[in-house]
């Protein structure tokens, strides 16, 4: 057996989010189709450095298989790219260790958030981008962004639905840039909560509109408590950009 790894991109509205799931389409449950078409109804699991939810989009995943078959490395990229549907593209096909997995051997990954400050709604946009048509200091957002930075519990910015029980994490970058009516939001770090990356930038929007003090982020991480953070920003302006080894 060979274990190859891939670097794949998806366009996350039609999926149902990463992970398999019974009678809903997402993105592994194409991917082990395409593998089972290439293994003659074998089924081959494909494991992610981690699961995006619906909606969520992908520039950079990671993925990991198994395979007895002795196809040339450039021809795997070929075979799976003609299998697969038009949302999903392998981007670069590797040879992997033996024990490499995308999940754990993950060192820290990045994403982005896009908004789309405008009060004109974009068609071409409303499935790539969050549409925010009201006013924002960018000042206090820029004041709010180092309190993120570092070690924390980040319990205040992970949904309560997870059954994570440490929720120390460490975010070593966070940065928000302007490309024309775009803004966009860099998260890196080590490690990721369910929704966490959705919800600061909920609150980093609050924090610009007014409605949270960027002094106040320290308080919120310390009362370990959803309820005192921001909204939660809508999935489709949410990018898995990059997955570090």
Known sequence: MQRYKCIISYDGTQFAGYQVQPSKRTVQGEIEKALRKIHKDIDVKASASGRTDAGVHARGQVIHFDSPLRIPLAKWKVALNTLLPDDIAIIRTELAADDFHA??????????????????????????????????????????????????????????????????????????????????????????????????????LEVGAGDISPASIPEILERKDRSYAGKTAPAHGLYLWEVQY
Request: a neutral charge; proline letters at 3%.
């Open 103 to 204: 999940r754990f051997d993950a060192k820290g990954k990045e994403y982005r958030y896009f908004v789309h400050r405008s009060d004109q709604r974009d068609p071409f946009k409303r499935h790539y981008a969050y549409q925010y048509p009201y006013d924002l200091d960018l000042k206090k957002i820029n004041e709010a962004i180092p309190f993120l930075i570092g070690e924390h519990d980040f319990t205040s910015f992970c949904s309560a639905k997870t059954d994570v029980v440490d929720k120390v994490r460490e975010i070593s970058q966070v940065e928000m840039l302007e490309e024309g009516d775009m803004l966009i939001f860099r998260f890196n770090g080590n490690g990721f909560l369910y929704n966490m990356v959705r919800i600061l930038v909920g609150t980093l």
